[in-house]
């Protein structure tokens, strides 16, 4: 069986064809992007000139300022919705007494109308376009929330974002609830989005945590820890007893953002715990909290076989001032080697260049 | 029979083999294609309108820690920091690793960063050389310089992976220019997965193009064949070769030059191996390995948009001691992990990924080889099969070159970094060239590669750099002041 002659020359053809229409497109389309680019700089530039007019014209008389409105309108409806969108999020934050201007250009150009329209496409990439759109423009305040329940991850996410922005107790609870559901694809954004709500969001974290634990509990303590509230005192001491290891290490973590005498006698007890990562938890906590009291059973954990609890508990005791250093000093001589080596690590270290040291350590 | 009519009957069997493998690969291929297609498609839309800056002021975002090993680079050091440094990522370190230079390295970094000893407690979980002294900067809190005896890139890697405090590592070469934003660009796949063990971005190539203060400010074609070639090759290898494996089975390169990894995984897999000239893929083999193996994350994901930029060799000399060393490594690394090949416990690294590298990577410039020469052979004999021939040419050369064709059509549609009608039909007359005589010479090393692997030879060669200077622009050379250099350089 041989090859045909007309078989190549198909084949030389075809190639030939495909190779010239490709060149083609190469060079069409990068003179269409450099005639695009410029024409978008031109119109930005224009619109920043109206912009700047009608600032002034605010200065003007009531009927002169309404009339030079309408025609203002106008122009901006007559740009696409890109230039729109470019305008909008470099001005926001720029060039302030914006504001009322920007609410009622989105307001009047449709901008927010064709992003809300976009939240209800079948595409997940519009509506991933619409959320973002109205992200920056601040609005949606009837279709966001919904996206939260997005089928595709990137979308919740955005929809995160945006919650983030509208902190409150109902949205943080609807934030939590997403940590639980399964793949926990933006479980970032999630985080993200409670740490930027800030105290929004304690009343619902402690809720969260109050309930019975679960996985998530380790992630969500650590928002709690930079928030802090006296309301996480309570889960955090339960969770302190808690059967998993990873939830006492992280409720460890949230007792010495809190502080306290409570917090302090539950990280003294967890400083015996059977799991090395809450023991270390433990010490960096009554490290952080500078607790003298705890330097005996600190000097103990110096002698812990977990490399980890015998650094973080040298540490704690460097923190912890003069007692420490005294106790470390002792310790160089101890009899077991490990908590010797330790010792002198954590002694060896300069005190000059304090902040340095802190951050290398 | 005459020697003839043996030879003619020899050919005629074996090239229908030949032709039946190219099918086989270029069919491979495109689906590899379709698949880069669709990533980008994907891709683009996720990023499109994305407030990266955002990340910037999150507490939540993981640490990373930027290794960058360093031997006798006193001359490029210095800016090389300072672009590190500058990196637009709210929670970074950088642990610049002197691995016993022999040159002013150390000093140059001593008289601009304003060093100071530190003495982190620090667990060394890696075996090591000796490490010497550490330092961190005054100035830049976030530098810290460890100095260590000489034991090789793998093992300066490790030192640095002992002392690194991040989540995730980003594995970089001193002299690898990085785009300002491309941590943020990298660090995505981490933020919304939890199976990733890796993301690798693109590389591409820096020569030509106009470089100012750590950064390259102007992308653009370079002035010699041999650079250009390595252009579209580049762009082949990244935005279509490792794009394309993220839908389909992950992949099993990242770039040495620039990667970004979870801390855990590799210590727990004991750090960069010696003794391999193939580190980068070695690593990234074993990592995978252990991930089936422990069930644990096992997807190494391709980032097509952060970028890294990084020079690449114009003399055939130096290019050919390179692509020997790469070929060899990769040899290395397949049959250091030959267990994955086509088992199932691996899924589709085992079926489907290391088959490919096996086959297709590995083999092709064999099979290629005996195809050209058997057409050459078959001329001499008079026994040469015309139409075999030409269909081995449209199917080896032809193809790759339609190939090379649709990526670059990829890169004008979604990044368009050539701006300049120049720049674009120069890469569009490097991709029509590329296959007569460049990849010839290509399969030529990459055959010395095989045989040096299969010899056992373990050697590294010299590398030269010429470095990073400011390029001038196009008009120079419009107006008569530079003489543009088009062929081989010596």
């Given at each position: 069986m041989g090859i045909s002659r007309e078989f190549i020359v198909s084949l030389i053809r075809g190639e030939a064809w495909v190779l010239l229409a490709s060149a083609i497109f190469l060079l069409i389309h990068g003179a269409w992007i450099r005639w695009h680019r410029r024409r978008d700089r031109r119109l930005l530039n224009k619109a920043y000139g109206e912009l700047a007019a009608m600032l002034d014209h605010t200065k003007a008389g009531e009927r002169e300022a309404h009339s030079n409105r309408r025609r203002d309108s106008a122009f901006f409806r007559g740009l696409p919705p890109r230039i729109l969108i470019k305008l909008i999020v470099e001005t926001d934050r720029a060039i302030s007494g914006t504001q009322e201007w920007l609410s009622r250009l989105k307001r009047e150009t449709g901008l927010v109308q064709l992003a809300e329209a976009y939240c209800s496409s079948v595409f997940w990439w519009r509506r991933l376009e619409g959320a973002r759109l109205l992200t920056v423009m601040d609005a949606g305040q009837s279709v966001m929330p919904d996206l939260l329940q997005d089928p595709h991850p990137t979308v919740r996410a955005q929809a995160v974002e945006w919650a983030s922005l509208h902190p409150s107790q109902k949205l943080a609870e609807k934030l939590l609830r997403l940590l639980r559901d399964g793949a926990g694809l933006y479980r970032f954004a999630v985080l993200d989005g409670l740490t930027r709500m800030g105290t929004h969001a304690a009343g619902a974290m402690v809720e969260f945590l109050s309930g019975p634990s679960e996985e998530s509990f380790v992630l969500v303590m650590r928002v709690a820890s930079s928030v802090a509230g006296p309301g996480f005192l309570k889960p955090a001491l339960t969770l302190s007893q808690d059967p998993s290891a990873p939830i006492r290490a992280g409720a460890a973590a949230l007792l010495g953002a809190l502080g306290g005498s409570e917090s302090v006698n539950a990280l003294l007890a967890l400083l015996r715990d059977s799991a090395p990562e809450v023991r270390a938890a433990a010490a960096r906590s009554l490290g952080k909290l500078a607790q003298w009291p705890a330097t005996p059973l600190l000097a103990e954990n110096l002698r812990d076989r977990s490399w980890e609890v015998r650094r973080e508990a040298g540490l704690a005791l460097r923190a912890v001032g003069s007692p420490g250093i005294l106790m470390l000093r002792r310790l160089l001589a101890d009899k077991d080697h490990f908590a010797a080596d330790m010792a002198k690590q954590v002694l060896d270290m300069p005190t000059g260049d304090r902040e340095l040291q802190e951050q290398w350590t | 029979m005459s020697w003839v009519e043996i030879a003619h009957w020899l050919f005629y069997r074996f090239e229908w083999v030949i032709l039946a493998y190219f099918l086989f690969v270029n069919t491979m291929y495109l689906v590899l294609l379709i698949s880069a297609w669709a990533a980008m498609l994907e891709h683009r839309r996720v990023v499109k309108g994305e407030f990266r800056w955002k990340l910037l002021g999150s507490s939540q975002i993981p640490r990373i820690s930027v290794l960058a090993?360093?031997?006798?680079?006193g001359a490029t050091i210095a800016d090389s920091l300072h672009a590190f440094l500058t990196l637009n990522y709210p929670n970074l370190e950088i642990i610049l690793v002197n691995d016993g230079s022999k040159d002013k390295t150390m000093e140059v970094i001593k008289d601009n960063f304003d060093l100071t000893s530190i003495h982190p407690i620090y667990q060394r979980r890696i075996e090591t050389k000796?490490?010497?002294?550490?330092?961190?900067?005054?100035?830049?809190?976030n530098l810290v310089v460890l100095d260590k005896e000489n034991g090789?890139?793998?093992?300066?890697?490790?030192?640095?992976?002992?002392?690194?405090?991040?989540q995730l590592v980003c594995v970089v070469d001193s002299d690898t220019l990085i785009e300002a934003d491309a941590l943020l660009r990298m660090v995505r796949p981490f933020l919304m997965g939890e199976n990733v063990l890796a993301v690798g971005g693109t590389i591409r190539v820096a020569n030509g193009?106009?470089?100012?203060?750590?950064?390259?400010?102007?992308?653009?074609?370079?002035r010699s064949a041999l650079a250009g070639f390595q252009v579209v090759e580049y762009l082949r290898s990244f935005l279509f070769g490792r794009l394309g494996w993220n839908k389909m089975a992950g992949n099993l390169i990242i770039s040495g030059a620039f990667g970004l990894f979870r801390r855990d995984s590799v210590i727990a897999i004991g750090g960069y191996a010696h003794h391999t000239v193939g580190e980068d893929m070695e690593i990234v083999a074993r990592l995978r390995r252990h991930g089936y193996e422990n069930k644990d994350a096992n997807k190494v994901i391709f980032i097509p948009d952060p970028v890294a930029w990084t020079e690449v060799p114009e003399s055939p000399r130096v290019l050919a001691r390179q692509r020997d060393r790469w070929h060899r490594g990769l040899a290395e690394v397949l049959w250091r992990h030959r267990q994955v090949m086509f088992n199932y416990k691996y899924g589709g690294l085992g079926l489907l990924v290391f088959p490919f590298f096996v086959l297709v990577e590995l083999v092709a410039p064999v099979i290629e080889a005996i195809g050209v020469l058997g057409c050459v052979a078959g001329w001499l004999l008079g026994a040469m099969n015309v139409p075999f021939a030409i269909c081995?040419?449209?199917?080896?050369?032809?193809?790759?070159?339609?190939?090379?064709m649709f990526v670059l059509l990829m890169e004008e549609w979604s990044y368009h970094r050539y701006d300049t009608l120049r720049d674009r039909l120069l890469l569009l007359l490097w991709a029509a060239l590329e296959n007569l005589g460049y990849r010839q010479l290509t399969v030529w090393w990459r055959l010395k590669g095989l045989a040096g692997f299969l010899s056992g030879r373990k050697t590294w060669g010299h590398m030269e750099r010429k470095g990073f200077q400011a390029q001038p622009p196009a008009n120079a050379r419009a107006a008569g002041k530079l003489k543009p250099h088009i062929f081989f350089q010596k």
């Open positions: - | 090993p360093a031997y006798n680079e000796a490490v010497r002294a550490l330092y961190a900067s005054r100035r830049y809190p090789g890139k793998a093992d300066a890697l490790n030192a640095a992976l002992n002392l690194a405090t991040g193009s106009r470089v100012e203060g750590g950064r390259v400010t102007a992308p653009r074609m370079p081995f040419f449209l199917f080896a050369y032809g193809y790759g070159t339609l190939l090379s």
